[in-house]
């Protein structure tokens, strides 16, 4: 394995630079489509995870992790509660989406959340 280790190394930082890339790319579009569809972004630096967050409707009972339910459940759309990373404040509705799930969907998906969040 050591001798072979260069030629792996070398091979693994394309790959690398690939993924650092598309990673890069992702998390820039979802954060410009979420700020267009009017939610508040922690402008992410780094990782594969955007926090958002949007002010609760007086009308809507619902708790983050119901709308969670329901997306998933209704629409097969998967986010996390912001609570699973320490990322709540009263009056709003946080949530988590990672930058890696497939993007074709990402925007209706968002504009569905929106929709679920001021009912």
Do not use: W
């Amino acid at each position: 394995i050591q001798e072979i280790y260069p030629d792996i190394h070398s091979k693994s930082l394309d790959f690398q630079n690939e993924m650092k890339d598309s990673i890069r790319n992702s998390r820039e579009k979802i954060f410009k489509e979420l700020v267009s569809l009017g939610f508040e972004v922690v402008r992410p630096s780094g990782g594969i995870h955007t926090l958002f967050r949007i002010k609760k409707s007086l009308k809507l009972s619902l708790t983050e992790e119901e709308i969670v339910i329901k997306l998933l459940k209704e629409h097969k759309v998967f986010i996390h509660p912001g609570y699973f990373y320490d990322y709540e404040e009263n009056g709003y509705y946080s949530f988590v989406i990672s930058v890696l799930d497939d993007k074709k969907d990402i925007l209706e998906a968002l504009k569905l959340l929106k929709s679920i969040c001021l009912q």
